[in-house]
Each structure stands twice: as C-alpha cells, then as structure tokens.
C-alpha cells in the first residue's frame, strides 16, 4: 500500500509574475527548485493564502537567483502579482520507506529567498 505524503514545500512563495499567455505551468527559480527538490515537470499543488484559491499544475526552471515565481497559462486567472502562495509537492511511500521519511519544509521571505528550512511542522496548540 502507498500513502501519499508531502514530499516538500516552499511556505509563503510571493508570486512575481502571472502571465496568461505563457504556455501552462508556473515558473519557480531554480535555487528554489534545486533546494526543495521540486523537479522541472513535476506537478506541484498551489495553495493561494492572499485569495483562498487551490490548484494543481507543474514546475518549470526560472532563472536562478531571480526570485521568480510565476502563475502561467490558464491558472494566471487565479492569482495576482503579490499573493502569497505555499507550492507543495507529495510523493506516494510504502510502509517501509514511511519510517524514516522527512519532509523538506522552506519558508520564504517576502523577496522569494529561503530564511530557513525544517522537516517539521510545530505541533498545533489551542
């Protein structure tokens, strides 16, 4: 049996380009691919924080070091430039592999560069 898992994420990704008649897809800076593990093709979930919106579509390379991130192609009409976005990958696990699995967990600043990372999240209180 497979449990899908978040594989990784990058928290709070502020958007910097949405281009409608780009060919489909959203464009992440390749440090940004290369330090999450996100692979150009992959799909990826994106979870829009400014305007509640959710929507699946896949990775390409930006340039390394620009900050990009960029809402392409039909998913453009869900975003705007400056939202805050969390793009999120999941990966399919067996039961073995479950046992010493991690997450990659990065979080951004408001310019898109990575402030820290983690494999946890904190334990929700009341």
Known sequence: ??????????????VTHVELEYEGSCAIDGDLLDASGIREYEQIEI???????????????????SGIISINGAAAHKASVA???IICAYVGLDQKELASFKPKLIYLNENNEITHTRNTIPVQVA
């Open 1 to 14: 049996m497979q449990i899908t898992m978040l594989k990784t994420k990058l928290h709070r990704a502020h």
């Open 47 to 65: 979870y829009d924080v400014t305007n509640g919106e959710r929507f699946t579509t896949y990775a390409i390379r930006a340039e390394a070091g």
């Open 83 to 85: 939202d805050v976005v």
